[in-house]
């Protein structure tokens, strides 16, 4: 079943891989017998999903989770449960392609209004009358 991010875009199963390996942190001696630790490859150099602006994003805001593969890396055992570390990483990568869909806003020069301008120079006037 694929992974839904929008209604328009689903990541299919296809570009996912997980692999569980021995979480750290409490859990006793369960801790030391069982692979609850969940890390998500997802392969979006290769999907068909998602455009090239996207994939451009996440290469920029997420560098850092991106191996030598071009795969994007998330990682979690934050629960004792497997699935649920897995369904958190899957929640994540929602949220990061989510997040990196949507086009940053272009940033409109503004200018200081007069009164700004005013009450930047009688503080520098004060100033130097203290002086």
């Known amino acids: ?11 299919p199963d296809d570009d996912l891989h997980f692999t569980y390996s021995r979480s750290r942190g409490p859990g006793g001696q369960n801790v030391n017998k069982v692979n609850t ?4 490859f997802f392969d979006f150099e290769d999907t068909t999903v998602l ?3 996207v994939k451009q994003r996440i290469r920029v805001q997420h560098a850092n989770r991106i191996n030598n593969d071009g ?14 570390n897995r369904q958190m990483c899957l929640e ?17 020069p ?13 503080n520098k ?3 130097s009358q203290r002086k």
Not at 1 to 11: C, F, K, N, S
Not at 37 to 40: E, G, S, Y
């Open 1 to 11: 079943m694929p992974l839904r991010v929008t209604a328009r875009i689903q990541i």
């Open 71 to 84: 795969k994007l890396i998330i990682t979690n055992q934050e629960t004792r449960e497997q699935a649920r």
């Open 51 to 53: 455009s090239e602006q």
């Open 110 to 122: 503004t200018r200081p209004t007069n009164a700004s301008k005013r009450r930047r120079l009688d």
């Open 125 to 127: 006037k004060k100033n």
């Open 92 to 108: 994540k990568l929602v949220e990061i392609v989510a997040g990196c869909i949507t086009p940053p806003k272009k940033r409109k």
């Open 37 to 40: 630790k969940a890390t998500l």
